[in-house]
C-alpha cells in the first residue's frame, strides 16, 4: 500500500518561516516527479511546487516563487518544501502527491494519482 505522509505545519505569524516534510512509503517515487498542493475549503487544490525525479527540473506558482523551495532526497523517498516569508494567502492545507509517469513533470492536479493526507499551515497577520 503506497502512503506519502505530510509533516511539519502549523501556526506561524507572517514574514517566518516553516519546512513541509513528505516521507513516502510503499513504493520508490525515485524515477517519478513529486509535489505539493495547496487548498483552502470550498476551493481548488491547486499546485505549489513540483519536482521531476532526479530534482534537476522544478515548477513554481507564481504565487510562491522566490519565496518556496522544493527539493528532494530519493534515498530517503522523501520531498521537502521550505516556506519562507509566509504570508496570510499562503495558509493552507498543503498536500504531498506523487505521480506515475516515468521520468516526466507533470504540472497538472491530475497528473498526480498518489496523495497524503494533508498538512495545515495557518498564517497569522
Known amino acids: 500500500q503506497v502512503q506519502l505522509v505530510e509533516s511539519g505545519g502549523g501556526l506561524v505569524q507572517a514574514g517566518a518561516s516553516l519546512r513541509l516534510s513528505c516521507v513516502a512509503t510503499?513504493?520508490?517515487?525515485?524515477?517519478?516527479?513529486m509535489g505539493w498542493f495547496r487548498q483552502v475549503r470550498g476551493q481548488e487544490r491547486l499546485l505549489v511546487a513540483v519536482?521531476?525525479?532526479?530534482?534537476?527540473?522544478?515548477h513554481y506558482s507564481d504565487s510562491v516563487k522566490g519565496r518556496f523551495t522544493i527539493s528532494r532526497d530519493n534515498a530517503n523517498n522523501t520531498i521537502y518544501l521550505q516556506m519562507n516569508n509566509l504570508q496570510p494567502d499562503d495558509a493552507a492545507t498543503y498536500y504531498c502527491?506523487?505521480?506515475?509517469?516515468?521520468?516526466?513533470?507533470?504540472?497538472?492536479?491530475?497528473?498526480?494519482?498518489?496523495w497524503g493526507q494533508g498538512t495545515q499551515v495557518t498564517v497569522s497577520s
Open positions: 502527491a506523487g505521480s506515475d509517469l516515468y521520468k516526466q513533470l507533470g504540472r497538472l492536479r491530475t497528473t498526480y494519482k498518489y
Open positions: 510503499g513504493r520508490s517515487f525515485s524515477s517519478n516527479g
Open positions: 519536482i521531476s525525479w532526479n530534482g534537476a527540473v522544478t
